[in-house]
Nanobody
């Protein structure tokens, strides 16, 4: 059984930073891809950032490149999302997602490819 628990969201002003955390509960964390998605009100869930569990290569949505950084700590079974220079359009519920299936560059951005999701953490950026 896999459980994901996010934390670190909050209300900040534009230009501020936040660091989101996702704790993985289960076995063999190191063999799971752990990625971040977000969903704003009235919008579809979208890919934010991903990290390859084999190579630690990272992938980012164009809207967050240069501002967000994904990382993982296999010893602590955690994945992080450092968010800098936040903008009001970053306001959303942020979710971490996990899968043991290796996903290519297109599939990793599709929410329906992930079998495990956290409950989400709200990020609100005021202007």
């Amino acid at each position: 059984q896999v459980q994901l628990v996010e934390s670190g969201g909050g209300l900040v002003q534009a230009g501020d930073s936040l660091r989101l955390s996702c704790k993985f509960f289960g076995r063999t964390f190191a063999t799971y891809a752990m990625n971040w998605f977000r969903q704003a009100p009235g919008k579809e869930r979208e890919f934010v950032a991903g990290i390859d569990w084999r190579t630690t290569d990272t992938t980012y949505a164009d809207s967050v490149k240069g501002r967000f950084t994904i990382s993982r700590d296999d010893a602590e079974n955690m994945v992080f999302l450092q968010m800098n220079s936040l903008k009001p359009e970053d306001t959303a519920i942020y979710y971490c997602a996990a899968t043991r299936t290796y996903l290519g560059s297109i599939d990793l951005k599709r929410p329906n490819k992930y079998g495990y999701w956290g409950q989400g953490t709200q990020v609100t950026v005021s202007s």
